[in-house]
């Protein structure tokens, strides 16, 4: 399991990384908003732990920000307890609060607790595609077997395409999707995730291609 917090308690974050990796967590700690949010953008956790009071932004604000893209489980931690910050916080889309100061085991009991229910739910929605699994509850792939790791753009990208396997994706509904802006004529973006997606996935069994443009439309999952 891996897990990425983003506090600026220095201190609680080395507490909480010694007791986490002695029962073989991986666990990373950012201590700005700005460089947690970008570190999910490229790297794969199951669970975020986010402080409300962070230095540099609202945790709220990088909460906002991370949904727009990624389903990982999010427990917001708050410093005073406050009824106000823990409505705010599952009202934006946090699966789970907990107020300061915490034991690590009511935290971990906690991360279980989320991780259980979300197990189920991937079972239930999981994508299956040739040798290919999507499990959209984490954004998280495996190919023949074997997990691969996408950014969260490449995630979204991926669960559109494959959830409408065989049918073409438009460039438009993909850019407002994905990337929530319109498309511009110089603007290839889109094109360059596509591009690492297919590199990361890697042809079909068979030696196709998985992805396929779709000229004048977009792109779309080949079935």
Not at 18 to 35: L, P, S, V, Y
Not at 65 to 72: A, E, F, K, L, N
């Amino acid at each position: 399991m891996r897990v990425l917090m983003i506090d600026d308690d220095c201190d609680l974050c080395d507490l909480m990384q010694t007791f986490f990796q002695r029962g073989g967590t991986e666990f990373i700690c950012e201590h700005r908003g700005d460089k947690g949010f970008n570190r999910l953008q490229n790297e794969r956790f199951d669970i975020v732990l986010l402080d409300v009071m962070l230095p540099d932004a609202s945790g709220f604000d990088v909460l906002q920000r991370i949904r727009i893209t990624s389903d990982v489980v999010i427990i917001m931690l708050t410093a005073k307890g406050d009824e106000h910050d823990r409505i705010k916080g599952l009202d934006l889309g946090a699966d789970d609060y907990l107020s300061k100061p915490f034991s690590p085991d009511e935290l971990q009991a906690r991360m279980r607790a989320i991780l259980r229910r979300t197990h189920k739910k991937q079972n239930l929605n999981v994508i299956e595609v040739d040798d290919v699994t999507f499990f959209p509850a984490r954004n998280h792939v495996e190919v023949a077997g074997s997990s691969i790791k996408l950014t969260s753009v490449e995630a979204v990208i991926l669960k559109l395409l494959i959830s409408r396997a065989g049918e073409a994706v438009s460039r438009d509904h993909l850019y407002h999707s994905v990337l929530n802006r319109d498309p511009s004529p110089y603007d290839r973006s889109l094109d360059t995730h596509v591009s690492s997606l297919r590199k990361k996935l890697g042809p079909c069994p068979g030696g196709s291609q998985r992805i396929l443009s779709v000229r004048g439309v977009g792109y779309q999952y080949a079935r």
